[in-house]
């Protein structure tokens, strides 16, 4: 069976995954400070790594996300293994 999706589905438009969780400034040398309550409550260290990812929408950037760069390695890492474990 074919379910098609309706915007209900998102879990975006149901307020689940997606959110504000703060509003931060970018200084005139380009960096800006995650607030210490999204640093706890990510589990983000001084000095930990964190991968800027850059969503597009018609061709220009729309969104930023940022993860662990230890969790898009883990994921890349898997997704890649199988196929390159199929290259003689």
Known sequence: MNKEKTTADSCCDTGECCRVEA???????GQLVLPKEVRESMGIAAGEKLALVTLNRGGKP???VMMKAEKLAKGASEFLGPILNEIP
């Open 23 to 29: 509003v931060v400034s970018v200084d005139a040398r």
């Open 62 to 64: 729309c969104c930023l």
